[in-house]
């Protein structure tokens, strides 16, 4: 019922932003929690945001805290994660995902993932 692309990935420097983007199709996309996860390589998807489909409930991993923040606009079929003060520790494919069932912070509780989009942070 959903589809998702993310885009806004890139290569940046260390202690700079960036905001990705999550475009969704279908019409329900107001009813889904949306999440974000990351990937590097060799390593476990790693939940770090989510934001509930009334925008009531959001929260984001502790290693991100205070550096990265969720939102959406439901209007335009959105989802966003903005990205502070990016270290080399971030660098992974950053994932977008949707649930109809439940909020949460696992892969488990998501239905419907976008491609991925790489997230390169260098000097």
């Known amino acids: 019922q959903v589809q998702l692309v993310e885009s806004g990935g890139g290569l940046v420097q260390p202690g700079r932003s960036l905001r990705l983007s999550c475009a969704a199709s279908?019409?329900?996309?107001?009813?889904?929690?949306m999440g974000w996860f990351r990937q590097a390589p060799g390593k476990e998807r790693e939940f770090v945001a989510a934001?509930?489909?009334?925008?009531?409930?959001?929260n984001v991993a502790d290693f991100v805290k205070g550096r990265f923040t969720i939102s959406r606009d439901n209007a335009q079929n959105t989802a966003y994660l903005q990205m502070n003060k990016l270290t080399p520790e971030d660098t992974a494919v950053y994932y977008c995902?949707?649930?109809?069932?439940?909020?949460?912070?696992?892969?488990?509780?998501?239905?419907?993932w976008g491609p991925g989009t790489q997230v390169t942070v260098s000097s």
């Open positions: 995902a949707a649930s109809a069932r439940v909020y949460g912070s696992t892969p488990q509780d998501y239905d419907y």
């Open positions: 279908g019409r329900t996309f107001s009813s889904y929690t």
């Open positions: 934001t509930s489909w009334n925008l009531v409930l959001s």
